[in-house]
């Protein structure tokens, strides 16, 4: 995949902001349609593999949305030679019918649409920490499903089941397929199952489980032998007539807030979102010709601290500007929201209920929040805020860091002893599952998307050495033999490094591996073809390698049809990923020629398989891996003989962890990276530990 793609993605991103077009009449354009894959010179990005979720709704008025990266937009469309068409600035995107999917091209790359959802991936661990256990081990069905008002017989639907095993394994059937690979974990509020990353998340009530299935079905599941029951919506919102200050006005009252909108706001009924605990209501006032002039959202749910607070931090917000109040707000029934996106977006959080609000305003430039009509609405607005006994999540820096507790762990005939290499201030992650790191020079560097850091290995802990922003994220940071470092992002470009100074931009695409020479190495991304990669007078030149057309299972060559991580040692070429035959994740171990030598897998007949491979090493005694997803260690010998695993959880002393990353040293040992969330949720910690043993 190239830039055009993702640029093709921000493109139809800035097309939202628009309001272009006029009425458009073609019923097979209307609708939601999903995002299923996107492909550039024979090259697909499958979104279901990634957990990316981007829709497109078309209304017969000539309005639509788009929902990306949590943001809702509007649009306006026209029909034209039958294609739905988007302009923007003078130029326009068509949007054709190609059978049940919607095709959109822009400069060779194409983005195809289907009417089934697609989870978006967000941070998860799987383990279990809930009191009540009492659903562990017990097989629940769906007995029903609600769409909209209605409940329909879950039989109309296909088999929908779940096992949440004792272990943080789980069985889960969605329309009758079943879904391997899954572990879960109980917050004591929540039960979250994740498929490679897609999550599920389950709510106790009275009869048993409810699931959200991504907004189109309320599913309630009951303990297998129960009788099915019939459920009806617990949550109608309704519209009464009062008078407003001397205006008349209707009123939309929902359990967590009440909107009283003059007449020259209409409430747009058919968009809302709403259950019984949340609620996401749209307001708008149009022109003369029907089109959309100004737009509010109010918005309303259960959710954490921590998801509150990216939501400024995501956008470049520093969260010590938003604890100090010091950043631009609107007065809300006499609550102060604060500004997460310039002129658009205003958030608070009520602790105690646990509920995040937001409210949203269209046009972002040139308007006035505090005169009307924008005055006239938010004037109406009233909270309910109940007390509902929620802990008030302290700010990171008043948070209690987190203290591992050193377990070494017997797997097989090796002692697996860690280090914990101690901080001298916590490293707080915005988020996890986005940090890389690599050891050159006696110096741990780490990137997490634009931060770019070094730190100081001594003999009690590791100090900071150097910080700076990057311009660009990366994903991916790599080391030679010769100290250089080379920062990949992802699809699109790599940079080589001598410590913070760049010194060449090589004209390769993917996440760069090098072999401890620095004369070559390999280059891949998720299901992009790897190429190998030969360096001579600074030239980086690549060429194709043993595994091709991943994506295509007609034309496909090797062992793999996605590739999580590769690993370059003086002897072998070492690979992690899906494999080509639906087996799994497993490891194939290369010689330098890409020639197949043996399989590194867990061939025991349990649910323990390979989860997510997040780093491979070879030892003086084999292959030793971190597996982000199960939360272990692995180790094999030099056959790639499986040998036995550590679980981390009590090998490093942590709870619901992520292993982020890993590193070889020239000692033996091994550094390990993870990510652990505080007991009092005040941050997300990056730790290191100092493996030996194996």
């Given amino acids: ?24 009449q073609e019923t097979g354009f209307l609708g939601t349609w999903h995002l299923e894959s996107m492909e550039e010179d024979g090259e697909i990005m499958i979104a279901a593999d990634y957990g990316m979720s981007i829709s497109v709704t078309f209304f017969e008025d000539g309005v639509g949305e788009m929902e990306a990266f949590g943001e809702t937009e509007s649009f306006t469309w026209t029909l034209q030679d039958g294609a739905a068409v988007v302009e923007m600035d003078g130029e326009t995107i068509a949007f054709t019918l190609d059978g049940n999917q919607l095709v959109a091209t822009e400069g060779g790359t194409a983005m195809v649409f289907g009417r089934e959802p697609v989870a978006s991936a967000e941070d998860f661990a799987g383990s279990w920490q809930g009191t009540d256990q009492s659903y562990i081990d017990t097989l629940f069905v769906c007995v029903a499903a609600e769409v909209g008002e209605t409940t329909i017989d879950a039989a109309m639907i296909g088999r929908y089941d779940v096992i949440f095993y004792a272990d943080g394994t789980a069985s889960f059937t969605i ?9 879960w974990r109980d917050d004591g509020t929540i039960i979250t199952l994740d498929f490679y990353t897609t999550l599920y998340e389950f709510v106790r009530v009275d009869e048993g489980l409810q699931m959200n299935y991504f907004d189109t079905m309320l599913l309630t599941y009951v303990a297998d032998g129960e009788e099915p029951i019939v459920t009806t919506p617990t949550s109608e919102l309704e519209i009464i007539d009062p008078v407003f200050e001397g205006t008349e006005r209707e009123v ?5 807030f009440s909107v009283a909108y003059p007449e020259e706001w209409i409430y747009d009924e058919g968009r809302a979102n709403i259950s019984e605990k949340s609620a996401n209501l749209k307001f708008a006032i149009f022109d003369e010709d029907e089109k959309e002039q100004y737009s509010v959202t109010i ?13 400024f931090t995501d956008n470049g917000i520093e969260l010590r500007d938003l604890a100090d109040g010091k950043l631009d707000s609107i007065m809300i029934d006499g609550t102060v929201f604060y500004e997460s996106r310039p002129g658009e977006t205003y958030r608070y959080r009520h602790d105690a209920s646990g509920v995040n609000y937001y409210v949203q305003f269209k046009p972002t430039k040139d308007v006035d929040l505090d005169a009307p009509p924008f005055s006239d609405i938010l004037e109406g607005i009233s909270l309910h805020l109940t007390d509902e006994g929620e802990t008030v999540i302290p700010w990171p820096w008043d948070g209690t860091p987190w203290a591992p507790g050193i377990n070494p762990q017997m797997v097989g005939p090796f002692t697996l002893t860690p280090v914990f290499l101690k901080a001298e201030e916590p490293i707080l992650l915005n988020r996890i599952m986005n940090t890389s790191f690599t050891v050159a020079n006696g110096l741990i560097y780490t990137v997490t998307k634009k931060d770019f850091r070094s730190y100081r290995i001594g003999d009690e802990g590791i100090t900071l050495e150097n910080a700076m922003k990057l311009d660009e994220e990366f994903e991916l940071i790599r080391t030679d033999g010769t100290g250089k470092l080379y920062l990949s992002q992802g699809i699109w470009n790599v940079f080589m490094h001598d410590g913070f100074s760049r010194i060449n931009a090589p004209d390769i695409k993917n996440d760069l591996v090098m072999h401890p020479s620095g004369e070559w190495g390999i280059t891949f991304w998720v299901n992009s073809d790897p190429k190998k990669i030969t360096v001579q007078d600074g030239i980086f030149k690549a060429e194709p390698w043993v595994l091709s057309d991943l994506t295509k299972e007609e034309t496909r060559e090797g062992f793999f049809r996605m590739i999580s991580d590769v690993r370059i ?24 020629d890409g020639n197949e030598l043996f399989v590194l897998e867990d061939t025991r ?3 323990s398989g390979l989860g997510s491979i997040t780093g491979i090493a070879e030892t003086p005694n084999g292959f030793l891996a971190t597996d982000g997803n199960m939360r272990d260690i692995v180790l094999w010998n030099t056959e790639g003989v499986y040998i036995g695993k550590a679980d981390v959880k009590k090998l490093f002393g942590a709870n619901y962890c992520w292993l982020e990353d890993m590193h070889m040293m020239d000692d033996g040992s091994i550094i390990i990276g993870i990510s652990q969330e505080r007991d009092d949720k005040s941050a997300d910690e990056l730790l290191f530990f100092r493996l030996t043993g194996f």
């Fill in 1 to 24: 995949m190239g830039k055009r793609i993702i640029g093709f993605v921000l493109a139809m991103a800035l097309l939202l902001s628009m309001s272009v077009g006029a009425h458009a």
């Fill in 175 to 183: 329309g009758g397929v079943d879904l391997q690979g899954c572990t």
């Fill in 252 to 256: 939309v009252e929902h359990g967590l």
């Fill in 299 to 311: 918005s309303a749910s259960p959710d954490t601290a921590k998801q509150h607070r990216r939501s």
């Fill in 569 to 592: 040692t003086d002897s072998y070429i070492v690979v992690a990923g899906k494999a080509a035959d639906d087996s799994g994740e497993k490891i194939m171990v290369y010689d330098h």
């Fill in 605 to 607: 007949e349990d649910r």
